[in-house]
């Protein structure tokens, strides 16, 4: 019996050696690049910091060379010198701590002095973890700890946001919760958010905002730097028929409008666009500034048509402050449920589906980023830190110095975000061409033109008074004089033209001229217009 229990003892011992050795087997160590290829992910949080493109959310469930779902990945790309996108020991990978759980779609945010980032949001890859609140990573340290805060928002997934390091600021507007984010839920109940929540990046205060075109879900949301504070702009999501339940019916907002939020004053306002551009969800947007112009474009790239499911090869652009959309070069390959993040000209697009599809049929694709250059339009095969300056596309800037507003505002106070008091003549549209050529006032100009006109009266009165005499000497003398030359059709005048000496030595003497020269005349030619 005893030699038994040592028999049994034995084969469990065997039994646990030989679970250990295959788990040594199908086990295997962490990566720490991607030379072995890729296949997809989605979706991204992403944020580039002091020259380095930081990704988050990424399992080797499916990555060739790991397979195990179980590893939990942060990716960094160097920004500082020119590389393939397709090479894949470019992506330098380090297992996140175990104790972070593992989520996809979280935002990923940074503070102001670019030392710590913040992760938000998500829905479990695998299973639903615990809510415990928001993720900082220290940069120096490399060290992932949870924000202690009597305060924490539940966590979201499906919203937008944005990061204003700038402002010490970060925003997520919309979304929901879903047996995907919390144990709370367990079964299909999709409970829509409402509101926007604002953390400040420095003291790591959460702010409930009011948002009252919530509940949405999708969608994206930019910052831009104008104003006192700056503003936070909203585009696309799908409003559902019911905040809290099972099957909501989603309906696309119109692309012919945007949310702005003026920060500084805590308002929102629904701003008219102009122009065409496809409607769609599970897009990424970006925002670059023109120096030129001083204009901002909004970049919406890839995502799907909600309706038909087609995933979109499409890049538009929203122009502000014209409010108006205009169509760039397209993607190679149609991409949806992708991350963007700007570095200069070039924009990356990281990750997502090849097709609406939550399986194999999403697709794979060689590595998790590929670069978008905003100038040429194109998808460059290669990174190149130096291409930093942006600029729009020559005919957008001719639109831009020709209608630099839009027709009608939402609101006086957003058109005041743009236009300054003391030059407010197009804050209703495009200036006149006089206006823009010249640089001079209206004001100005009218008096000029109107004073001038009499003058001019006073002036052919003097010229036909001194015509009318040189004729009657000529036909005394048998002709008209050489110097001056009458146009003639069908014996009606139309019009004279006289030597520059022949006016002078008549009006020489005369009050009349001094007086126009001084007065009316010269403002004529201040504001560049010219009477014969």
Not at 24 to 42: I, P, Y
Not at 230 to 259: C, F, H, K, M, R
Request: hydrophobic share 35%; proline share 4%; charged share 20%.
């Amino acid at each position: 019996m005893a030699a038994c229990a040592v028999f049994l003892l034995c084969v469990l011992s065997l039994q646990h050696a030989v679970v250990v050795i295959a788990n040594n087997v199908v086990k295997r160590a962490a990566l720490t690049d991607l030379s072995e290829g890729f296949c997809r992910s989605w979706k991204f949080g992403a944020n580039i910091v002091n020259d380095v493109l930081y990704m988050i959310d990424l399992d080797g469930g499916i990555i060739p060379g790991d397979e195990d779902g179980s590893n939990n990945y942060l990716v960094e790309l160097d920004l500082t010198s020119a590389f393939s996108t397709d090479d894949g020991s470019k992506y330098r990978m380090s297992l996140v701590d175990s104790s972070v759980p593992k989520l996809k779609d979280q935002a990923l945010w940074s503070d102001k002095a670019n030392t710590t980032l913040y992760s938000y949001g998500g829905r479990g890859a695998s299973d639903t973890s615990a809510d415990e609140g928001l993720w900082t990573y220290t940069i120096k340290n490399q060290e992932w700890k949870l924000q202690q805060a009597s305060i924490k928002p539940v966590r979201l997934v499906g919203g937008a946001y944005t990061n204003a390091p700038d402002i010490q600021a970060a925003y997520w507007l919309g979304g929901y919760q879903s047996s995907d984010t919390t144990l709370s839920i367990t079964d299909k109940t999709v409970d829509y958010a409402a509101g926007m929540i604002q953390f400040n990046t420095t003291t790591g205060v959460f702010t409930q905002l009011d948002a009252p075109f919530t509940p949405v879900q999708q969608g994206a949301l930019v910052y831009i730097p104008v104003g006192e504070q700056g503003i936070l702009v909203y585009v696309g999501g799908e409003v559902p028929s019911v905040q809290e339940g099972i099957n909501a019916t989603l309906t696309p907002n119109a692309w012919d409008y945007v949310q702005v939020y003026d920060i500084a004053a805590d308002k929102w306002y629904k701003q008219t666009t102009t122009s065409s551009v496809s409607s769609r969800t599970e897009f990424c947007a970006v925002v670059e500034k023109d120096p030129s112009s001083s204009s901002y474009q909004v970049y919406v790239i890839g995502g799907a048509d909600f309706r038909s499911n087609d995933v979109l090869y499409d890049v538009s652009y929203l122009s502000i402050p014209s409010f108006k959309w205009y169509r760039a070069g397209s993607l190679d390959e149609g991409r949806m449920s992708l991350t963007c993040a700007p570095y200069g000209r070039q924009i990356f697009g990281i990750g997502g589906r090849l097709a609406w599809a939550d399986d194999s049929e999403a697709g794979c694709y060689d590595m998790p980023a590929f670069v978008y250059d905003s100038v040429s339009e194109v998808v460059r095969e290669e990174f190149d830190p130096a291409l930093s300056i942006y600029s729009v596309p020559s005919a957008t800037a001719d639109d831009i110095h020709d209608s630099p507003y839009p027709a009608s505002w939402a609101d006086p106070a957003l058109a005041s975000l743009f236009i300054s008091p003391t030059n407010s003549t197009n804050s209703t549209g495009s200036a006149s061409k006089e206006n823009k050529d010249t640089g001079v006032n209206k004001g100005p100009i009218i008096g000029g033109v109107v004073g001038g006109v009499v003058g001019a009266l006073m002036l052919l009165a003097l010229i036909f008074a001194f015509i009318w005499y040189r004729r009657r000497k000529g036909k005394r003398q048998g002709g008209y004089p050489a110097e001056v030359q009458l146009n003639r059709d069908d014996d009606n005048l139309v019009g004279v033209e006289l030597p520059a000496q022949s006016a002078t030595s008549e009006l020489e003497g005369s009050t009349e001229r001094s007086e126009l020269m001084a007065g009316e005349v010269h403002e004529l030619d201040g504001g560049g217009s010219r009477i014969k």
